[in-house]
Structure formats: C-alpha cells, structure tokens
C-alpha cells in the first residue's frame, strides 16, 4: 500500500527564519491524523508548505504524495493531484459569487466542464448537508461571512472536490457548539477508506466527531510524541508543559 | 428661446482663461501639452429628437419654455461654474443641450439613455463636442438614466479631438435616482467631464460611473448633499491602458444633518497608462449624525503603469462616523493563493480575480443591458486577445 503523504526530515524557513526543524510523518490512505500544538508552533506553516505556498522556502527534507515527491509542482498542480487545504482564515473574495466559484473550481480539479443541472443539483445538495441557506447563492466567496459560514464553505468545498488528503487547519475555531457538530459531521461524510485527513487544532473538541487514528503533538517546528486519541484527551487535562519538559523544550 | 446666462457666460469667458497647470490644485497633476482650444473646430450634433410622456421630457433648450429655462438659470448661475473655463466653454458653446425632467410622484420602471455619440465620419481635423445635460428629477420620484458619451469608434482619427462634457442632477425629495456615466473615448480625445448634483431632503442618490480611453481627461465631480437625510453612493470604474491618463477628482459635500455618502473607486491600470483619483470630502462644523466612507482600490497589472490615490478629508464636525482606505499594488497574493489551493493555475486565477474586482462594482449597476457591454469591453481591454 502506498501512502497517501509521506514527509521525511523537513525544514522550511520564511525570510531566512526557521520554522519547520526535521518534520517526519506518514499518513496511509482511510487515516485521520490530528497534529496538536500550542500556538506559534509552526502547525499552519506546515499545512501551508504542503501546498507549497510561495512565502516558505523548503530548505531540507521531502514530501511525497502517493510516492512522488511534489516539492517541484506549483500549488494548483497540488490541489489537482488530490491536496485540499481548508484555511484557518479563508481569504474573501468580493466579485466571486457562490456559484461562479464553484464551477470554476470544479472545472479545474475534475478537468472538464460539469453540466449545469447536474453542478446546480451537486452544490444544493452540499449546501443542504451543512445546512446553508439558499441566500449564499447570491453572496460572494468569503465576503461578509461569520466565522461560522466561512468554516462551512470550506467544508463545501471539501465535499465537492473529493480530495485524497484533506489539510484541516484549525477547522474548529470560530464556530460555536452547532456548527462544530454540523461541520464535523460534514467532514465526516467526506471520509472513505481512500482519502485521509490531517487535522490541525488546538483543542480536542472537534477530535469527538473526527476521531484520529493517531495524534500528534507539535512544538518547535516537529513533532515530539505520536499517540492514539487518548493523547488528545491527556493534552486537554494537563496542557503542553509535561510534554515540552520532557523533549527538553521547557525546563 | 435661449438661455439668458449664456450671453452673460459668454462675455465671462473672455475673463477666465484655459486654466494651466500651475493655475490650482485641481490642475497640478493635468498636462496641458497640445492642448489648444482654439484649433478645434465645432462639431455640429444633430437637434435632440423631442420626447414627451406623462411621467417625463427631454427636450432641447430650444424647446423649453420660460420657466423650464429660468429654472436651469438659477441652477448654473453659480460662483464655481461662473469661474470654471470648462464649464462656461460648455454651457456657451454647446449646441447640444438637453434638459431631463422627470416629474414628481412617477416610478419609471424603464432605463432612460441618452447617447452622445459623435461618430464622426470626417477624418482628417481636429473637433470639439460640448455634450449639456441638465436633469431635474421631481419630489418623490423614481428614475433609472443612463448617459452614453462615445467616440470610441474615430479610432483613425489621428487628429486630436475635444470632448467638453457637463452635466447637472438636481434630485427633489424623496426622490431615487440611479445615474450611470459610461464614456468611452478614442485615445486621439482630450476630455473633460463636469458632474455636478445636488439632492434634496430624503432623497436617494446612486452615482455610477465608467470610463475609459482618451488621451489625456480631467473627470471632476461635484456631489452636494443638501437636504437633511440626503444619501450618496457614488461606484466608479476605469480601465486605462496604452498612455491614457485620467485625472479623477470627486467631491462630496454634506450640506445637512443625517446625511450619508458612501465612494468606491476601483482602477485598473496596465502599460503605460496612468491614473490619479482624487476624494475630497467635506463635512462643516455643526453638522449631527454625518456617515461618509471613502474607498480606492487600484490594480497596477504592468510595472510601468500607474495609479495614484489622494484622499482630502475637511472634517469639522464631531458627530461624525467616517471610513477610508485604499490599495495600490498588484492583485492580493492571498486571494490569489487561495484559488490555486483550489486547483486553478495562475493565468485562470489572475484573470478571475480581476474580472472579481470589476464585477463588484458592475453587479450593482441595475442597468444590466449596459452592465453586461461594460464587463465585455472592459475584458476586451484588459485582454485584447481573450476576446
């Protein structure tokens, strides 16, 4: 079996800082991985060099999705591989309605123009299971939403574009105990035993819908401890600091 | 009949001179190079074709009766126009003069348009056209007009035109009015283009406006809110490529208590084409409840292409909310990653996000049939090849 996403020893720096220090980690296709940390750990920069975004400079190191090494393709040539990132702070972009949006994207992952009943049925039916609105239609991407409908756009577009590997990066902040359970089980209805999902988060609330099959816990630009998802549950009860003094981070 | 302030206009024009570029503030940035005015032969335009219904009439000053005439007297008959060698050179010598009246307590459902296209067949010299429009909208009226000024089409014309255009909204209580500009020149043309409005009480301004071409133009707009409760939305497009240059100035005026406007101008520049908007916004002392906003979004797509924003707020009152803010650069590196995220390359998401940033302004022109002609003509430019 050949994994879905395979990172070995990678550093990554921005502006000549270091951010990334020896990242390894393998993700097999139908696994959940939930990457826990405190803040300014480098979790997002790594969700964002996976889909190699021009500000981070790749300095040592290589990631390899379905064995091949993607350090050389550009973002889109990522995300048509099969790579979707749903972004902490998904970017507004006023002039670009709801449904011109879609189409444009979906044109581009599947690589040829989808019929409009068939897309008008596909995204209704999306929208209709994380319970938006038929007003959203008429809105434009991002523009104006509550952190909550921004989440859930996101989550659309996971649902639409099917990818191999879904990057969550901190999916669950911003939304309130409804839209968690909603976005969560839309999330959930993305998984079969193909793709798999790397979830970033700071809490392991969201960790009862969308439950890892391991978790990891990230300080310092790496990963210091692996472990099923009673990791998560000892990280809510004690906090970082046991695990930071015992990789020497915190004394 | 004839308009009594014109022979008055007339004698006063031979005190104000064509201004230069030292002459004030407002022409500091405008190279008056080549430019002069008395080269210009007269570009005779067909008499206005009379229409008259019960909700509405645009006739030409010719038509008009003593009353209708003494009305646009007063309305010209203003310090600023009287000193302004632009506007007396159009009120002057404009053959073309049209007043729109809307009367009070209609709702036309209709787009009215009016079109000022001079399609000059003749090549081969130098012309002027001083496009007068002057429009009364009635107490508690609605209307849609859209105003066409067009040369685009004397593209072989090698010979410098001069298009001198003025145009003058009086908006009654309220009254709704949605007012699209969309002037479209030749690069031969040196334009300017006065707009000047004044709402009453209550009443319900939205001023949009889109031009492009020419060679070099002076847009100045002038919005008064006069009545308590007036309100100003004024949406602005340009798309300015090759050496145009376009020197946009608008004004708003809060003259009232509860009054409320709101600018936003986008710009797309590329080649060499440089572009200056200018916001003045005043608001005097003693004024209650002012909302006013202001906002300037410029895309250069070339290095050698500019644009320039130069926001002027006079505020003198405290009971005030206000919002600026502009952008000069390329497009947002974040929107643009966020669409390869999802797949789209660079050349399909650059070109989304400019048609994006034209389309926010464009969706909210309820004059869908121009809107449409407007967003083709504009991708035309931006990608003459695309086309």
Sequence with gaps: ????????????????????????LTINPGEVHAIMGPNGSGKSTLSNIILG?????????????????????STDERARLGIFLSFQYPTALPGITIPNFFRTVLKNIRGKEIPMREFKQELKQGMKDLEMPDAFLQRYVNHGFSGGEKKRNEILQMAMMKPLLSVLDETDSGLDIDALRI???????CRTEQNSILLITHYQRMLN????????????????????????????????DWILEKSGIKS | MELALRKEFQDQLQKVPVPQSTSSETW?????????????????YPEWTKVETSEYSIKSFSDLDSKDLEFINKLLNQESIRNDYFSLTNITESQSAIFVDIKSNVNLAEVLRIVRSTRIEIKGSSLSFFPLTII?????????????????????TKDFTWINSFTYIHLGE?????????????????HFRTLITESLANSNLKNNQYYTGGFRGKIRQTHYLKGKGAEFTGLGLSVSSGREFIDSETEVIHNNDHTTSSILQKTIVKDKAHHIFTGNLHIPAGLKKVIASQVNHNISLTKSARAESIPKLEIFSEDVQTAHGSTVGEIDPEQFFYLQTRGLDEESAKHILIEAFLSEIIDQFSDTKEAEKILSEMKGKIWPTKN
């Design chain 2, 174 to 190: 309220n009254s709704q009015l949605e007012f699209l500009t969309k002037q479209d020149l030749s690069n031969s043309s040196f």
């Design chain 1, 209 to 240: 819908y969308v439950v890892p099959d391991f978790v990891h816990i990230f300080a310092q630009g790496r990963i210091l401890e692996t472990g099923d998802k009673d990791l998560a549950l000892k990280l809510e009860e004690n906090g970082y």
């Design chain 2, 28 to 44: 500091r940035k405008f190279n008056f190079k080549n430019f002069n005015p008395s080269e210009f032969q007269k570009f005779q």
């Design chain 2, 136 to 156: 009364r909208v009635g107490n508690n009226s609605q209307a849609k007009i859209t105003e066409i000024i067009d040369n685009s089409s004397d593209l072989e």
């Design chain 1, 53 to 73: 975004h021009p500000s981070y400079k790749v300095t040592k190191g290589d990631i390899l999705f379905q064995g091949t090494s993607i350090l050389d393709k």
């Design chain 1, 1 to 24: 079996m050949t994994a879905i996403l395979e990172i070995h020893g990678l550093h990554a720096e921005i502006e000549g800082k270091s951010i990334l220090q020896g990242v390894d």
């Design chain 1, 183 to 189: 976005v969560s089980e839309g999330i959930m209805r």
